[in-house]
């Protein structure tokens, strides 16, 4: 019997299915786990774009005054294709700070099932979780805004014109193409970044730094100044009245039921036109240091320069109206139209505000601006105008930030 036992063990015939018999649960066990974990990575991928589009969508929503919560749900329906449902109490939104971020959005978005596999030795499934965070960061210095929000182009460039900025540009305009319009091919618009809400042309002449579908750029100014003419304050009739000039026949600050002061220097101080506007012909001069100029009243009247006329003007480093060198009023119509033409010289060192009207620089105009913010309805640049925006040595320094949605974390 001991013998018979011996030869059993030596023999070797069978061990083969014996040795994968053994083997096959483990070979099974690892094919199951393969599976269920392609499946979590899976599943953990597309979670995590969901959490970025609706992230995204959120700071979009926020930046637009629409409801964030809307934002995300509806995103997360559109790009969660893990065909599972999300767990109680998700997606879950925070708000997180941090330095260089403004209208953070957290999305934080978490689904469970029980998969064939893993179901027979997990009792609870895992928990498959994503996380993203999307704010507004800093993206670019503009020193013009153009705020129609329409399909109509909210900047223009073409004729001869040259607008050499040393900023960036960008149109809160929605047309699909041409939010910056373009005419011709003999402009010259210098300027980084040139950005809008909606499309741009392909290329425009003298731009390297094309960004459409960016984030609107908000009012800068909006509600920041009154037009209202100060209490107590008289409007005079007349600028060449006696009364208007000091004794070395300077304009003095004050309000102007009109205002045609022919060649003179404004002394520092604020200038309320009301219901009047500044229309500069002829050969006339006007010059002046830490003056701001407000388009005042229930019909607030443009700017007009025509002919060789000078208006070389700086705005205030300091007070109420720091950096300001004309505001019109809200009050005004609808696109009325501010002109700087002709073969006048202009020397502006301020912010021009126009939130109802057009600034048009046309003719052979050739404003000599520096720092010269411009924040209008619309912003139009045309005939043979040279605008030669030098941006060191200024007395009212502005630009603005722009902003654009990025994921964070």
């Known amino acids: 019997m001991v013998c018979a036992l011996r030869r059993l063990a030596k023999d ?56 964030v919560d809307t934002a995300v749900s509806s995103t997360v329906s559109r ?38 596999f893993a179901s027979m030795f997990l009792s609870t499934p895992p928990t498959i979780t994503a996380t993203a965070t999307a704010a507004l960061t800093d993206d670019g210095d503009f020193c013009v805004i153009a705020l129609d929000s329409s399909t109509s182009s909210g900047v223009t460039i073409g004729g001869n014109a040259s607008a050499n900025l040393g900023c960036g540009v960008i149109a809160n305009s929605i047309s699909g193409t041409s ?14 970044p040139v950005a809008a809400v909606g499309g741009l042309p392909s290329s425009i002449r003298g731009a390297t730094n094309l960004k459409p579908f960016h984030v609107a750029m908000p009012d800068p100014y909006a509600g920041k100044y009154s037009t209202d003419l100060p209490s107590g304050m008289t409007c005079k009739a007349n600028t060449n009245a006696s009364g208007a000039k000091d004794g070395s026949g300077r304009l003095n600050p004050g309000c102007y039921n009109a205002f045609s002061p022919g060649t003179i220097t404004l002394n520092p101080g604020v200038y309320y036109l009301n219901n009047t506007g500044l229309s500069i012909n002829g050969n006339t001069t006007i010059t002046g240091t830490g003056v701001t100029i407000i388009f005042t009243g229930t019909a607030p009247g443009t700017l007009s320069m025509n002919g060789n006329s000078v208006l070389s003007l700086t705005a205030p480093t300091t ?72 941006t060191t040595g200024c007395a009212a320094n502005t630009t603005v930030s722009g902003k654009v949605v990025r994921l964070v974390a």
């Open 179 to 192: 939010a910056v319009g373009t005419n011709g091919n003999s402009y010259d618009l210098i300027a980084s």
């Open 319 to 390: 007070g109420d109206f720091a950096k300001m060198l004309m505001i019109q009023s809200n009050a005004a119509t609808a696109g009325n139209s501010n002109k700087i033409n002709g073969n006048n010289g202009a020397k502006l060192d301020g912010a021009m505000y126009f939130p109802k009207g057009t600034l048009n620089f046309t003719g052979n105009s050739s404003p000599a601006t520096k720092c010269a913010m411009i924040v209008a309805y619309h912003v139009d640049f045309g005939g043979s105008t040279d605008i030669q925006n030098n």
């Open 12 to 67: 070797k015939r069978g061990n083969t299915l014996a040795i994968a018999a053994a083997a096959l649960p483990m070979v099974m066990g690892a094919a199951g786990l393969a599976t269920d974990t392609i499946q979590w990575v899976t599943w953990k991928r597309e979670l995590q774009r969901a959490a970025d589009s609706a992230a995204i969508s959120g700071v979009y929503a926020s930046a637009q005054n629409a409801s």
């Open 79 to 116: 790009y969660n294709t893990t065909k599972v449902g999300l767990s109680t109490g998700y997606p879950q939104i925070s708000y997180p700070t941090s330095a260089g971020w403004t209208s953070a959005v957290q999305v934080n978005l978490a689904v469970q099932k029980k998969l064939p």
